[in-house]
């Protein structure tokens, strides 16, 4: 595998800046369409003390879904 350092530090730049906006103020799309997410979820995890990023790959965004 070859791995361009400057991706490795894109990626990274880019994950910053998903972690640096407030979690509600982020529109989650999954196949281009705006994943529903619960107030519920958003504040339950606003005490967890985990990133933006870490919502999404941990999947705690679907353990309380929206009612929408």
Excluded: C, Q
Excluded at 29 to 35: P, R, S, T
Excluded at 39 to 49: C, N, P, Q, R, V
Aim: aromatic residues 8%; charged residues 30%; without cysteine.
């Amino acid at each position: 595998m070859r791995v361009s350092i400057e991706r490795i530090l894109w990626l990274r730049e880019e994950l910053s800046k998903i972690n640096r906006e407030r979690l509600e103020d982020i529109e989650f799309l999954k196949n281009g369409i705006v994943v529903a997410i619960s107030k519920e979820a958003l504040d339950k995890f606003s005490l967890t003390g985990l990133s933006n990023v870490d919502f999404i790959t941990s999947e705690y965004y679907k353990r309380h879904p929206t009612n929408a």
